[in-house]
């Protein structure tokens, strides 16, 4: 199995620019959720869907966040538009459905570090 | 809602010497605990997770972990370090019931030295 993969890997763009990050859970998975990582906050989770259905949405920052799962095999993320203090990792993970007794592990990608100049 | 917090942000300790990396929760319902690693320039790895049953609970690396639910407490052990375990650590938690999301602690630097 390929793992998560998240593309692409390193972004740096300018501030006002559209960021779209990419991310392909493992086949199979029906629970993916995106995490943000910082110094000074950690890893904060940004949104989850759960079947590609959003869930919880709450740690969105603000509008120029947006996260779609069209399928169960692809999801984005776009900030839009850009600031420098979005600059951080960005992760996607994927479990099995993630509901009472079965959560069991998440499995992480590699991550997207994003510099917004 | 639940929350994690790691006591610890830096944790520096010698080559072969036993590490502690602490970690308490907060939760109004029961939980699921889990611990972390992440290694430079990589996603989070799960180490080990306490589900139910004993609350010693063994994981990759010779890493274990103790559930004291008094304390609200899920500290993370190994007797001997490598340098090789030189890398991140977080602690999370996600309530029992339902979808509830998991939540992390801000992570626990191991630097371990030769």
């Known amino acids: 199995d390929a793992g998560v993969i998240q593309s692409p890997r390193h972004e740096v763009t300018e501030m006002g620019q559209e960021v779209t990050l990419r991310c392909k859970p493992i086949?199979?998975?029906?629970?993916l959720f995106w995490y943000r990582q910082t110094m000074m906050r950690g890893l904060e989770l940004l949104i989850y869907?759960?079947?590609?259905?959003?869930?919880?949405d709450s740690g969105m920052p603000e509008d120029r966040f947006s996260a779609k799962m069209p399928n169960a095999s692809f999801s984005t993320l776009k900030i839009q538009p850009s600031e420098p203090r979005d600059s951080a990792v960005y992760f996607c993970?994927?479990?099995?459905?993630?509901?009472?007794?079965?959560?069991?592990?998440?499995?992480f990608g590699s991550g997207t570090q994003l510099s917004v100049l | 809602a639940q929350s994690v917090t790691q006591l610890d942000s830096q944790v520096p300790v010698f080559e072969e010497a036993p590490v502690e990396l602490r970690c308490n929760y907060s939760?109004?319902?029961?939980?699921?605990l889990f611990w972390y690693v992440q290694y430079p320039n990589q996603g989070l790895q799960l180490l080990l997770k306490?589900?139910?049953?004993?609350?010693l609970v063994k994981g990759i690396n010779g890493f274990e972990a103790e559930f004291n639910k008094s304390q609200t407490s899920f500290h993370l052990r190994k007797p001997s370090v490598h340098i090789s375990d030189t890398a991140e650590y977080f602690c999370?938690?996600?309530?029992?019931?339902?979808?509830?999301?998991?939540?992390f602690g801000k992570g626990t630097r191991l630097s371990v030295i030769a």
């Open positions: 999370a938690v996600s309530g029992r019931s339902g979808n509830t999301p998991l939540v």
């Open positions: 869907f759960n079947n590609n259905v959003p869930i919880d």
């Open positions: 306490y589900l139910s049953g004993s609350t």
């Open positions: 086949s199979g998975h029906n629970s």
């Open positions: 993970a994927s479990s099995f459905l993630w509901a009472g007794e079965q959560k069991t592990k998440l499995f």
């Open positions: 939760s109004s319902v029961s939980v699921y």
